[in-house]
Structure formats: C-alpha cells, structure tokens
C-alpha cells in the first residue's frame, strides 16, 4: 500500500507564495537550502522568523538582528546546537545577501561574501588559508578533489577572475554559454580559497553574478539539490586516467538547465559515484528522498553505509578531516582551523576514539593521532 508523501510545511509556504512576495521567499528558500552542503539543518525558530521577513512584518535586517539574540543567552551549547546557530545565523545572512542587488564581479566581492556570511562564526572568515588541504568525498569513494596550492591562492583567483572579466558571451548559443559558465564556477570552487563555506559563499557569489548576466536565478534549484551542486563541483575537478575517470562538467550543466532554462532534468546523486555501482538501484519516489544526504543512504556523502560503517557528524567530520590531513596538529591548532574552542576539540576527539575512528600514540605532548579504519 503506498504512503503518503510527506511534505515540508516551509516548501508547501512558499510554493504558496503570491508574487510580491515570491522573491524573498525564494531567497530564503535558497538560503536554507544550501545549508544542507554540510549536513547542516537550521530551527524551527530559524522557519518561523523567515516567515515574518516573507510575510513583511519584519524587515531581513531585523530577521538576521532576531537570529543573533536569540543564540545570545545560549551558554554551554553542544556540538550540535553550535551547527543549528551556524545554519541560522548563515541562512539569515544568505537570504540579505540575496535580496541585495548590489554586485561587483571581483575577487574582493567573493571574500567579502565570505566574511559577510561566516563573521562571528569562523575567526578565519574572509581571510585566504594558509595551509593545504583534502577532503575525503563520497561520489569519489574517498577520494579527493586536488585543491589549489596554498602558496599561490590570491594569484590563481585573480587569474581565474581575469580571464572571466575578458571572456566575451556574445555569439555564443545557450548551450555553449552554459557550458562556459559550468567550467568557470567549477575552477573558482577548485581554488577552495577559504579553510571552510567555500560551496556556499561560491553558491551565493554565482547566483549573484548570473542576475548580472541577466538570468532568473529564481527557481527551486539550489533550495533542493544543493548537495547535487556541490557533487557536481567534484566531479567537474577530478580526473584518475588509470580507472579512466575523467572530469565533466556534465552533471553540473544538467543542474545549471534547471536553474536558467527551467528544464526538468533529474539531479541524482548516485549517477554521479565514480564506481557507478549505484546505476542499478531504482530510486523510490515515496521512501527515497533522492537528493537528501541526511535520509538518503545510498546518496548519503558523508556516512555512506558502504564505504563508511562509523557514522561521523558535525564536528566529529570536520576533526577527522583534519586529523587525516595532519595526525601531529594540536588541539589549540585544530581549534584556530574550524573556529571553535579548544575544549570542543577534546570532546570531539574522545567521541572520535570512542567510536573507533582514530586512536592517539605516543604521549599528549609528543604523540599524534592515527586513523583506524
């Protein structure tokens, strides 16, 4: 017997929306959505403010001055609960960035929406990283992307930012101007020129820049499929020519047809896994949210039951990121790369070893950690 389909109250509001109103509603939508690039889920309160910014009886300001007062007086907070402030706080911000028409394509343009969006919440926000990094990523079964070289970060966004400046679009087809755009916003994301938000900050610097270019950037793409977008960022950059894996910018053009041409392609998840071993699996329209990296396991890109059997969440992730990355960082170091306390770090890490993730050797001071599985 079929089952109803459950339906989220927030999307069925704003599906619902009259047209004066549609706007920001979408822009919030879009705000939200674009937390679930890293597994982040925003509050209720979060929904209900958005409510009163949509229906106009607060102003987006004043929204975003609500989110700050109310985690005000919230001492002592969990790991968790530092995620959801997170999501809140960023999807206010989105939502002002995105009814703001004011824009200048620059490379200052993009880190200030990067302070903009992570001050308060990163002590790294707007500021270039100083150091390497990986990022262990599901549709490449643990691979990674190869992100640019931290001692040529500024040089290599100015350049990529130039050759876009001087790029001419006129004579070009549809077809070829999305392709063009694909391959631009795929390398600005391969720079990952910030330690942390670099999909959102990119998700929210494109979206304003195609309105520039003229595009209704108005639709439910990245509000849906925000994890199809950044997966498609991936794949766009990774190439292994001994498994004959090439990079395309082919998923992320479908995703781009959606948003600018309001074609209906499907977005999954699992036809872009580099084993292809998903292929076969028919989705469930009922039970299988296909672009749900939270409910989802077949698309979950974190805690895909397959190829990762311990569950990591929130800060747990991002500890074992950076332990993988460098085993002999301290605490007080981990703590200054993902803008947290030093004893959210101790916590994390014991929840790390208690679930079998990693295992430290050797004594505090002159030991390091070593992942087990």
Not at 228 to 233: I, T
Not at 310 to 332: A, C, H, M, W
Request: with cysteine; charged share 30%.
């Amino acid at each position: 017997m079929m089952k109803d389909i459950k339906k989220d109250p927030f999307d069925e509001y704003i599906r619902n929306l009259p047209p004066t109103r549609k706007e920001l509603g979408q822009a919030w939508s879009t705000a939200i959505g674009l937390q679930d690039v890293d597994g982040l889920k925003p509050s209720e309160y979060l929904y209900e403010t958005a409510k009163k910014s949509i229906d106009g009886e607060i102003t987006i300001d004043e929204a975003g001055t609500l989110i700050n007062s109310y985690y005000e007086d919230k001492d002592g907070r969990s790991d968790s609960e530092e995620r959801t402030e997170e999501a809140d706080k960023v999807s206010a911000r989105i939502a002002k960035l995105l009814s703001d028409k004011a824009f200048i394509f620059s490379p200052m343009q993009y880190i200030s929406i990067h302070r903009e969006l992570f001050a308060g919440i990163y002590s790294h926000a707007g500021k270039i990283r100083d150091y390497n990094i990986t990022k262990k990523e599901w549709v490449l079964n643990g691979d990674t992307v190869s992100y640019g070289s931290a001692t040529n970060l500024r040089e290599t966004l100015d350049y990529d930012f130039s050759q876009e400046r001087n790029f001419k679009y006129n004579g070009l087809t549809l077809n070829e101007t999305i392709h063009h755009l694909a391959v631009f916003i795929s390398r600005l994301w391969q720079i990952h020129v910030f330690c942390e938000g670099n999909t959102r900050t990119t998700a929210v610097f494109f979206i304003k820049y195609l309105r520039m270019l003229g595009f209704d950037a108005e639709n439910d793409s990245f509000a849906e499929n925000s994890w199809y977008f950044r997966n498609a960022l991936v794949r766009a950059n990774y190439t292994n020519i001994q498994k004959g894996i090439y990079e395309t910018t082919d998923f992320l053009e479908k995703f781009l047809r959606n948003l600018l041409l309001d074609e209906k392609h499907e977005l999954h998840n699992r036809e872009m896994h580099i084993s292809g071993k998903f292929l076969s699996v028919q989705a469930d329209p009922i039970n299988d949210p296909i672009n749900d990296p939270i409910n989802d396991p077949i698309n979950d890109p974190i805690n895909d039951p397959i190829n990762d059997t311990i569950k990591l969440e929130g800060r747990e992730k991002q500890i074992f990121d950076i332990v993988y990355e460098n085993p002999s960082l301290t605490r007080v170091e981990m703590a200054k790369r993902i803008g947290c306390s030093e004893s959210t770090v101790k916590r994390t890490l014991q929840k790390l070893m208690d679930k079998g993730a990693i295992k430290r050797i050797g004594s505090n001071k002159k030991g390091e950690w070593i992942i087990v599985y």
